[in-house]
C-alpha cells in the first residue's frame, strides 16, 4: 500500500515565525488532505490538494503530485497554530486514506 | 451544516465489557468510515461503508468487532469483549461520491479507556 511519511516529526518556533512542513508519498494519489488535530483530539480540515497550489489565510499548501510530495506553509505563526499536523493520501475515488505520523507543532509565546 | 456527529465522547469501561459508539455522517454523505488512532500515531481505517455496503472491513478485528450501517445513514461499531489494548480514540469519517470531491471530514471521536 501507499506509504506516507512527514518531516519533520516536531517543531518549535517561537510566536511570529514561518514553517514548512513536508509530506512523501511512494505512489501516486488522487486524494490528499491536510489535517490539523488540536488538543481535544477534533481533525481539522485545513486542504483538499491532490495537486496544485491553495492558500488560505495564513495557510497555503502545494502539491506537486509527479513528484509525490506535498507542502504546509505556516506563516506569522500563532499560539493557537499548536497541534498536529496530518498529511492523509487515498489512491483512488473513495478508498480510506492512509495517514503519516504527524508534524508536531508547539508555537511559544 | 451541521458536521460529524459521534457518541458518547469519552467512555471508561471495565476490560471484558461490551462498549458501542455511534456516528451520524454529514447529510448527504454515502460514504462513512470508523478509523482507530492510537496514542501517537495516525488514524487507520477499520471499516469502510458505501451506502449500507461494508465494502473494505479487512482490518477489523471481526472476533470482537462489529459494526452495521442501517438504512445508510448513520452507523454503530460495537467491541465485545473490549481488551486492554482497545484503549484509544474511534473516529468516523464521511465522503460523498463524486463532485465535487472526495473530501472526508471527522466527527470529533470517542476516547475509550478500558480498565
Known amino acids: 500500500g501507499i506509504q506516507v511519511e512527514q518531516s519533520p516529526p516536531d517543531l518549535i518556533l517561537q510566536e511570529g515565525a514561518n514553517s514548512t512542513l513536508r509530506c512523501n508519498f511512494s505512489d501516486s494519489v488522487n486524494n490528499l488532505q491536510w489535517f490539523h488535530q488540536n488538543p481535544w483530539g477534533q481533525l481539522i480540515n485545513l486542504f483538499y490538494?491532490?495537486?496544485g497550489t491553495k492558500q488560505n489565510g495564513r495557510l497555503s499548501a502545494t502539491t506537486v503530485a509527479t513528484e509525490r510530495y506535498s507542502l504546509l506553509y505556516i506563516s506569522s505563526s500563532q499560539t493557537t497554530d499548536s497541534g498536529v499536523y496530518f498529511c492523509a493520501v487515498g489512491d483512488s475515488g473513495n478508498t480510506p486514506l492512509v495517514f503519516g505520523k504527524g508534524t508536531r507543532l508547539s508555537v511559544i509565546a | 451544516e451541521a458536521g460529524v456527529v459521534q457518541s458518547p465522547r469519552y467512555k471508561i469501561i471495565e476490560k471484558k465489557q461490551p462498549v458501542a459508539f455511534w456516528c451520524n455522517p454529514i447529510s448527504g454523505h454515502n460514504t462513512l468510515y470508523w478509523y482507530l488512532q492510537n496514542l501517537g500515531q495516525g488514524p487507520e481505517l477499520l471499516i469502510r461503508?458505501?451506502?449500507?455496503?461494508?465494502?473494505?472491513d479487512s482490518q477489523l478485528p471481526k472476533d470482537r468487532f462489529s459494526a452495521e450501517r442501517l438504512k445508510g445513514v448513520d452507523s454503530t461499531l460495537k467491541i465485545q469483549p473490549a481488551e486492554l489494548g482497545d484503549s484509544a480514540v474511534y473516529l468516523c469519517a464521511s465522503s460523498l461520491v463524486g463532485p465535487p470531491n472526495n473530501e472526508q471530514f471527522f466527527g470529533p471521536g470517542t476516547r475509550l479507556t478500558v480498565l
Open positions: 490538494i491532490p495537486s
Open positions: 461503508y458505501e451506502n449500507e455496503e461494508a465494502v473494505d
